[in-house]
């Protein structure tokens, strides 16, 4: 099954976003992320996801992309707020879930007016100092760019996971939809894994 999802897909354009330097906006995400986490109240979350969404139009996301990303979220969004709510108030479960979602809307924005490459450029290009403290920033921004790409392959199994519990019957059930989620996604690392080790990537 072929993935589709605007994390990790760029999108040529010349909006304001395409036009700023890759470092900008990884550190303009990073200080985003930063104060919605600190804050984490139901008004600045709202606040927060407000931003999100028009970073997210601005960049070339429309309504179908929004949309996607929102579907694919929602088996996540679902335990994640039911979670919170039984535990601290349903005032908590809207600020962790709406949180994480700006947070994947800001990325979505970000990978969407920058191409993967010159992100992980860029995050060499960053960690270059701390090459004599034994970081190696080329394995860095492997791992960087391998979360952005599998991003979507995660949505996508979480897709697919709830759609064979449907069809059995049990998508209420947080165990026929969590397990296999859990057991497939740690597949998919592996697998991943298992390729770079092939090409000799990680090898001292």
Known sequence: ???????????????????????????????????????????????????????????GLRGRDLWRVTRRFAIVAVLLFSFQAWQHGWERGFSVVGTLFALI???????????????????????????????????????????????PSILGVASETKQAARARGLDRSPRALLIPLVLRTVSHAQLTGEALAARGVGEE
Request: charge should be positive; aromatic fraction near 6%; glycine fraction near 6%.
């Open 105 to 151: 809307l800001a990325a979505s924005a970000l990978t969407a007016s920058t191409a993967v490459e010159d992100t992980v450029d860029t995050v060499t290009w960053a960690l270059g100092p701390l090459r004599r403290f034994g970081v190696r920033p080329e394995r860095v921004a492997l791992a960087f760019s391998l979360v952005i790409r599998a991003i």
């Open 1 to 59: 099954m072929t993935i589709t999802s605007p994390l990790g897909a760029y999108l040529p354009g010349r909006s304001v976003l395409h036009h700023m330097r890759p470092g900008a906006k990884l550190l303009g995400l990073f200080v985003f992320a930063t104060v919605a986490i600190a804050l984490r109240t139901v008004p600045s979350t709202i606040v927060a996801l407000a931003i999100a969404i028009t970073l997210s139009l601005i960049a």
